[in-house]
């Protein structure tokens, strides 16, 4: 909470201001306006899908999206801005940035015309996103039915697997299951190393 009584005692004289029973009502008055400012501040934040929280169902409610208010902040926010993105004539640029907004990092968008097929490659999350299924309404419905969608996961592979420089004890300790190994990316999920050497190198 934001305190403004020194702002207001500010505006009378100080031998005014420190007598009572001034200086309590102007103590109270100060704390009533920080109040006052402090829920200004939080219903403007709900103005802007970056920085809403509870006004987020609001949002949601005006676009035709189901509200689930157990889903994290961010993920929620995405959906958002997706959907407010997906207004207008559906281009390879567009579809990026609604693609981009879902997955918080680096995707690209190729249009195969031969084939009548658009393909989207996730660059920076490894394995399948966690919300690829609420992608892939979204861009259900800006993409022209007539063109087949296919989605490119990255994975792991054994160049950067030796590039990282873990041994299997490494791993071991790690203790990933198979799933997550795949879908490990040494550059954002470093793991420490507790032994010499590199099992994956060549001799």
Known sequence: MSDRAAVVKGYI????AEKE???????GLGQDTGLAEDSVRDVLSQCFTDTATWGLKYWEEYLGIAVNASRPLSYRRSVVKSKLRGAGTTTASLIEEIAGSYQNGDVDVTEVSRENKIQIKFNSIYGTPPNIEDLQTAMNGIIPAHLLIEYLYTYLTWSELDEAGLTWADLDDAQLTWTEFESWN???????????GCTFCEP
Do not use: F
Request: aromatic share 10%; no cysteine.
């Open 13 to 16: 004289p100080d031998w005014i």
């Open 21 to 27: 029973p001034v200086k309590s009502v102007l103590t």
């Open 186 to 196: 040494p550059e954002q999920q470093p793991i420490p190393r507790y032994s010499l």
